[in-house]
């Protein structure tokens, strides 16, 4: 079995390298959360009166989005929260990342996700298409609707892309990463090849389901999101 890892890009062809296989697989488990660690009652309400003032970063996905597996403060939309802290930029990230979700269900509650002031939209969609072997022009059909929705409303996409299970075969897959690839080119928005990149078939990087990072491998694809992201951003004051 042999599949491909991608550098990260704005737009552009992807450039694969060597990386051990791997196959995403969906999960049962449903969440849509705002990220943060538990807090007091009062603490909470700081927090909302606080980020009722500050724009919004929405992370729509799955269940790479919504950290299956991890402490709520290890997912990759709390770790990008933590980066945005710690750094003065002054934005609220929510996670809106459900277990389970193909491109069909994102589209679905896009409206609700898109709620409050949202400045920048990050889509980690795709997975589960690619799971169930969706048609692809479904699936590239669906993720444009949602990039063409957000951009209508003034919101910065940030689009990533995923690779589907090789069991569908070689044309199967390649048309799968293409549309990835095509929607980036059509809309001209930052894009990032393969969410997963430097994670995907490493075992140490993974929960026991060897799918899922963990809390390292979380890290890692916080970082690759964070390069993409931060030139989108306002800067601290």
């Not at 997975?127 to 048609?135: H, T, V």
């Amino acid at each position: 079995m042999r599949t491909s890892r991608y550098t990260i890009s704005r737009v552009g062809a992807l450039a694969p390298v060597s990386l051990a296989a791997f196959i995403v697989v969906g999960c049962a488990i449903a969440s849509a959360v705002s990220v943060g660690a538990a807090a007091s009652p009062d603490d909470r309400a700081q927090t909302r009166a606080s980020a009722a003032t500050r724009p919004r970063i929405v992370f729509l996905g799955d269940s790479l989005t919504a950290g299956y597996g991890l402490a709520r403060q290890e997912s990759v939309p709390s770790l990008i929260q933590a980066r945005l802290d710690s750094t003065g930029y002054r934005y609220e990230v929510v996670n809106a990342g459900v277990s389970g979700d193909t491109s069909a269900g994102g589209l679905s509650r896009l409206d609700w996700s898109l709620s409050g002031d949202v400045q920048v939209l990050v889509i980690e969609l795709g997975a589960n298409d690619g799971l169930r072997g969706l048609p692809v022009a479904a699936m590239k059909n669906n993720l444009d609707q949602i990039i063409r929705r957000a951009r209508q409303r003034g919101i910065t996409v940030l689009l990533t892309g995923m690779e589907a299970p090789p069991n569908y075969g070689a044309v199967y897959t390649k048309e799968f990463r293409q549309a990835f690839q095509a929607l980036a080119q059509t809309h001209k928005v930052p894009f990032i090849p393969f969410f997963l990149q430097g994670v995907a078939g490493i075992p140490s990087l993974n929960i026991a389901d060897g799918i899922h990072p963990n809390p390292a491998g979380a890290r890692i694809v916080e970082a690759n999101v964070w390069r993409a992201l931060q030139p989108l951003l306002s800067k601290p004051r």
